[in-house]
T-cell receptor, first 118, second 110 residues
Framework: NAGVTQTPKFQVLKTGQSMTLQCAQD?????MSWYRQDPGMGLRLIHY???????DQGEVPNGYNVSRSTTEDFPLRLLSAAPSQTSVYFC?????????????????FGNGTRLTVT | DAKTTQPPSMDCAEGRAANLPCNHS???????VYWYRQIHSQGPQYIIH?????ETNEMASLIITEDRKSSTLILPHATLRDTAVYYC???????????WGAGTKLIIKP
C-alpha cells in the first residue's frame, strides 16, 4: 500500500490564484481530513469527511473547499489564495472517526504540501 | 475545551529511557489520550493511545495516572531517530476531532 499520497509537494502561488491540493489513500479508509500547520504550531483542522459524499468544516475552514466523490480521494481547493494561507498542508485518513466510541485506528498522514502565497 | 500542557523541549541521552509528561487536568471521562510524533517536517506518526489503563506497543508505553489528569509517554531505549516533536492530544472537540497543541521537542543526544 502507498498509504496517503499528497501532490504537489511544493507550490508557489500569487495572491488571488486558485489551486487544488490532491490527496489519495489506498487503505479503504472512510475518514479523511485536511490540516494546516504553521511554523512552531500544532495542526489545525480545515475540513474533514466521514465517507464519500459527506464533508464538514473543521476549525479553520474559511477560504477552502472540499469534496469527497470517492472513498479514495479528498481534494482541497483554495478559492482565492492569500498570504495568510502560506503553510504546510497535511492530509490524513483513518478507518474510523478519531475520538468516537468505536475509534481504534490511528490517523495516517501524508508527507505534506508546502504552499507559499506571495 | 480540555487542553494539554507539555514542556516545550526535553533532552535525553541515547540508549536511556525518554519520559515525556503531559498534563490534561480537564479531561472528560470518555476522552482518550493520544500521542503522535513529527520528525522534521514529515507528516505526524501515530505512537499510542489509551483511556484509563496503561498501554504498551512496539514503539512506546503510555502511563495514565489514576485520576487521568496526566500521562507519561515512555520510549524505553531512545535512539537518535527518536528526535522529533511529540504531541499529546486529549481533546476531541464537539465533532470528535483531535485538537493539537505545540508539543514537546525531544532531542536525543549521543
Amino acid at each position: 500500500n502507498a498509504g496517503v499520497t499528497q501532490t504537489p509537494k511544493f507550490q508557489v502561488l500569487k495572491t488571488g490564484q486558485s489551486m487544488t491540493l490532491q490527496c489519495a489513500q489506498d487503505m479503504n479508509h472512510e475518514y479523511m481530513s485536511w490540516y494546516r500547520q504553521d511554523p512552531g504550531m500544532g495542526l489545525r483542522l480545515i475540513h474533514y469527511s466521514v465517507g464519500a459524499g459527506i464533508t464538514d468544516q473543521g476549525e479553520v475552514p474559511n477560504g477552502y473547499n472540499v469534496s469527497r466523490s470517492t472513498t479514495e480521494d479528498f481534494p482541497l481547493r483554495l478559492l482565492s489564495a492569500a498570504p495568510s494561507q502560506t503553510s504546510v498542508y497535511f492530509c490524513a485518513s483513518s478507518y474510523s472517526v478519531p475520538g468516537s466510541a468505536s475509534y481504534n485506528s490511528p490517523l495516517h498522514f501524508g508527507n505534506g504540501t508546502r504552499l507559499t502565497v506571495t | 475545551d480540555a487542553k494539554t500542557t507539555q514542556p516545550p523541549s526535553m533532552d535525553c541521552a541515547e540508549g536511556r529511557a525518554a519520559n515525556l509528561p503531559c498534563n490534561h487536568s480537564t479531561i472528560s471521562g470518555n476522552e482518550y489520550v493520544y500521542w503522535y510524533r513529527q520528525i522534521h517536517s514529515q507528516g505526524p506518526q501515530y505512537i499510542i493511545h489509551g483511556l484509563k489503563n496503561n498501554e504498551t506497543n512496539e514503539m512506546a508505553s503510555l502511563i495514565i495516572t489514576e485520576d487521568r489528569k496526566s500521562s507519561t509517554l515512555i520510549l524505553p531505549h531512545a535512539t537518535l531517530r527518536d528526535t522529533a516533536v511529540y504531541y499529546c492530544i486529549v481533546r476531541v472537540g464537539s465533532n470528535y476531532q483531535l485538537i493539537w497543541g505545540a508539543g514537546t521537542k525531544l532531542i536525543i543526544k549521543p
